[in-house]
């Protein structure tokens, strides 16, 4: 019975998502109370508010949930809405009430959830909810029998399933891989695969590791091939080990795979750099300086990752902010000694590590495609190509560093100008962006009904004042 109630319920979730996707994902809602019966079968009985105690308990239970829920998944509850009169809860009532705005009228249309609840066989409860969105004219329904105790837990599943159908998709894959029983093969349907980044993460970590282990074994000061294949070995498996089970404890997207590489690998290169600047000796403690570098960057993505999710497009802004980032330090320490002889490791590192950091926090509050972040890259790198260009008569013969400094600064000046333009130009170029990645603070006070008391006659309104938003 459970068996076939999910699979009906999964396709009922499919063929309402168009509808659910079309209308708001959030906004004002309205949560009528819990009647009974169910209403999935004819009875000469109308819908009505229960009045035997248990299943008056019961509904309450259902009504409280279901009110928490729609505030928790970002709607705006209307309390003032104590819900239908008496002969008018039939769904043409619900389809009226989320089309015109109810008795006060309106243009705007709302959302409005109304479930229903009866005895069952045992011990059990058929539990129905219909949910409508703004203006819709379709009845979303889930149906389930549910034990007495576990009519709260399942009444926030059903609804969940009803308002937010992608969070219900990724809710039931993860109980689909606890319980190791593979639902949508009855549908024809394939579950996504978790951790879609675990190999790429598994490359990067193991020759992360791999460049570790070297990293001690010369800081030993030893050059024996018996010590540094073992070694090798070791830091590769353990990069390969922790990786794995890093993407078997969290699903890691390919876009987090390479937000960690980038955050790993420039930071490891922006400690080289400098340390090369710097003159470390012995030379090989200038590893040791890459293997802190990249800790660092690698501790630093991380903590990007637990707030919030990257895609392909950030983690290429990431690493398109080091190699900017390590190119404009060139130039910056280039002008500073005013000539273009010997190699800027200096300016380098510390622009690869700049930029890294500047492009990874700026990844977590902006959405850019892939695509647009590579023709921005191209616009630096052409930009500063022509302002060379433009500025090469400066340093024929013996340029002075004034001379050397005009052309240096003509090279960074294209670049700049290449990579505005181009995403001047490439503005409209970016997929939509999805949902705000944080949302702003708000505030709104409320009053009205906030809750039901039973009473031998029936429920009685309880009347108070508080406040929602998002904080």
Not at 85 to 99: P, Q, V
Not at 192 to 205: D, F, H, K
Not at 323 to 341: K, W
Not at 359 to 384: E, H, I, K, Y
Request: charged share 15%; proline share 6%.
């Amino acid at each position: 019975m459970r068996r076939w109630a999910a699979i009906l319920a999964a396709g009922a979730s499919l063929l309402a998502a168009s509808t659910v996707e079309a209308a708001d994902a959030t906004g004002p809602i309205v949560v009528w109370p819990t009647v009974t019966p169910a209403g999935d079968e004819a009875s000469p009985t109308p819908l009505h508010r229960p009045k035997e105690p248990q299943l008056a308990a019961r509904a309450q239970e259902l009504d409280a949930t279901i009110r928490d829920a729609v505030q928790d998944l970002g709607f705006v509850l209307d309390v003032a809405d104590a819900g239908p009169a008496a002969g008018h809860m039939r769904d043409l009532d619900i389809l009226e009430r989320a089309t015109t705005g109810g008795p006060r009228g309106g243009k705007q249309g709302t959302w409005v959830v109304s479930a229903r609840i009866e005895r069952g066989p045992g011990e059990e409860y058929i539990v129905r909810i219909v949910a409508v969105p703004p203006n819709g004219r379709q009845l979303l329904v889930r149906v389930e029998s549910v034990k007495g105790t576990d009519i709260p837990v399942r009444g926030l599943v059903m609804l969940r399933d009803l308002l937010s159908p992608q969070a219900a998709a990724q809710a039931e894959a993860s109980e689909v891989a606890r319980e190791g029983i593979d639902r949508t093969a009855d549908l024809g349907i394939m579950s996504p695969l978790r951790s879609p980044g675990r190999a790429v993460l598994a490359v990067n970590a193991g020759l992360f590791g791999a460049y570790v282990a070297y990293s001690v074994q010369h800081a030993s000061g030893s050059d024996d091939p018996r010590i540094l294949y073992p070694l090798l070995a070791l830091g590769t498996g353990v990069g390969i080990g922790s990786a794995l089970l890093v993407a078997d404890e969290w699903d890691v997207s390919s876009g987090d795979a390479w937000f960690l590489s980038a955050g790993a690998w420039w930071s490891a290169g922006a400690g080289i750099l400098i340390a090369n600047g710097r003159h470390v000796q012995p030379l090989a403690d200038r590893y040791a300086w890459g293997v802190g570098g990249g800790l660092a960057g690698l501790g630093l993505a991380t903590f990007a990752l637990t707030r919030v999710k990257m895609d392909e497009g950030d983690a290429l802004l990431a690493h398109s902010g080091g190699a900017i980032g390590m190119f404009l330090g060139s130039l910056g320490e280039l002008a500073y000694r005013g000539t273009v002889d010997g190699t800027p490791y200096t300016g380098a590192g510390y622009g690869a590590a700049i930029g890294l950091v500047g492009a990874g926090a700026l990844a977590t509050f902006v959405q850019a495609s892939p695509s647009r972040v590579l023709l921005v890259d191209l616009g630096v790198g052409l930009g500063g190509l022509a302002g060379a260009a433009a500025a090469s008569p400066l340093v024929f013969d013996h340029p002075s560093e004034g001379q050397n400094r005009g052309f240096i600064a003509s090279a960074l000046a294209g670049a700049v100008v290449g990579g505005g333009l181009t995403w001047f130009v490439t503005r409209g170029s970016s997929t939509p962006a999805p949902p705000p990645k944080s949302q702003a603070w708000t505030f709104t006070p409320t009053g009205g009904v906030i809750g039901s008391s039973a009473t031998p006659t029936g429920l009685v309104p309880a009347y108070g004042i508080g406040a929602i938003g998002n904080f």
